[in-house]
């Protein structure tokens, strides 16, 4: 997959764009003010694979946190600014690794002035973004007129270009300061609006892309937003680091993040994939059942890429699981299980969760003793563990 080439921009000790991997971000769902919960919110979002963590700091109580925050945290944190110059310059004074700041929500040029002349003594990077529901309220009424009766005319179309113009206006103030350090954003709660902002926003600036959906909504549907949006820009080479939004635990962002990129082969897998055949007429044995088990057994007992398959009849059975480095295809109350394109045992239904586990463990003993290896293994461009650091 061809990767779009951006300007590189480092973020404490990460970096992104310049041809680094993809990056994952999550915010947290705590009060920044409560050092405790946040940092365990923190880390619970980096053991499961987030390499940047956006906190709220909507008062002076949430930035004084700051300093504790960022002696604790696993990973870069960026502080998530809005309206108020001052969280912006109390966030650099602290330590922060990264703000998040819109200069369209800061009436005074002269207090954008003063937080990038602070981010830029530090050298600490500013995300700048652009959302639908603030583009059109950017400029003077006679601006917004003119604005609103084009979106009526063409409103897909405008939109974009505003979006776009409204960033060119944005960027003119950190190129008075010769300040480079820049990530962009464009988000929306319409997954084309997203798609053709991105696609148009990457056409004309070279800095490194933030992707994601706002307003996403629950996992239920705003996974599915999400993923038709950011899965069509990254399978397009565009895209340096992504947030996938949900109102719902920030950890299943997290998790759903590194499904798409490890789906599109752009982060190495390091835990186990279950695949599973859809249910139909013809299977024969309590399929949903055996693969919730299963997925739970392997999540909490495994910590290798290995590659399972659970299928329900003869039909897509021996195929799968000839690719798949431990596999069971059932029916008619029995299962055969393969390992690694060998046939290894049948079993009664009863037995197959117990006999299916009883593979994985014994395969993956063996390639932790350097015995075997995972010969379904996906190769992704980079693994998770090649992410740059300074």
């Known amino acids: ?65 700051l300093p504790a925050i ?3 945290s696993p990973v870069p944190v960026i502080a998530d600014v809005h309206y108020h110059y001052e969280r912006a310059l109390e966030a650099v004074e602290a330590g922060v690794h990264k703000i ?33 529901g603030s583009v059109v309220e950017r400029t ?20 974009i270009r505003l979006m776009v113009e409204t960033l060119e206006d944005y960027l003119r103030i950190f190129e008075e300061h010769d300040f480079r350090d820049v990530v962009l ?34 996992p239920e549907t705003g ?24 109102a719902s635990d920030p950890v299943h962002e997290v998790e759903d993040a590194k499904e798409l990129l490890c789906s599109l082969k752009l982060r190495n897998r390091v835990e186990p994939e279950l695949i599973a ?10 399929l949903v059942k055996l693969v919730g088990e299963v997925r739970q057994k392997l999540a909490a007992e495994i910590h290798l890429p290995i590659k399972v398959a659970v299928m329900g009849c003869v039909v897509n059975g021996p195929g799968e699981c000839e690719g798949a480095d431990v596999a069971i295809f059932a029916g008619r109350g029995k299962g055969i299980i393969y390992v690694q394109g060998q046939q290894r045992q049948t079993v009664t239904e009863d037995r197959m969760l117990d006999a299916l ?34």
């Open 277 to 286: 055949c859809p249910t139909c007429g013809r299977i024969e044995v309590d």
């Open 70 to 72: 960022l002696d604790q």
């Open 1 to 65: 997959m061809h990767r779009r080439t951006t300007r590189q921009v480092r973020i404490g000790g990460l970096v992104i764009g310049g041809g680094a991997p993809v990056a994952i971000q999550s915010m947290t769902s705590t009060h920044t003010h409560d050092v405790d919960a946040t940092v365990a919110q923190i880390r619970q979002l980096a053991a499961v694979g987030c390499d940047l963590v956006r906190v709220a700091v909507p008062a002076r109580k949430d930035t004084e946190a």
């Open 357 to 390: 586990l009883h593979e994985c463990r014994e395969l993956a003993a063996r390639v932790e003793r350097g015995e075997a290896t995972l010969a379904a293994r996906e190769l992704a461009i980079v693994p998770p563990s090649s992410l740059p650091r300074a």
């Open 140 to 159: 003077d009424q006679q601006r917004r007129a003119q604005q609103k009766d084009a979106l009526s005319r063409d409103q897909h179309g405008q939109l």
């Open 185 to 218: 954003s464009a988000k929306s709660i319409d997954a084309t609006i997203v798609i053709d902002a991105y696609r148009a926003i990457a056409q004309r600036f070279d800095l490194p892309l933030h992707l994601g959906l706002t307003h996403a909504g629950p």
């Open 100 to 132: 998040r700041l819109n200069p369209g929500n800061i009436g005074d040029r002269a207090e954008v002035d003063r937080v990038i002349a602070a981010c830029r003594e530090r050298g600490i990077p500013i995300r700048v973004g652009v959302n639908e």
């Open 223 to 246: 996974r599915i937003r999400s993923i038709a949006s950011l899965g069509t820009l990254l399978a397009e080479g565009i895209g340096d680091t992504i947030r996938i939004s949900y």
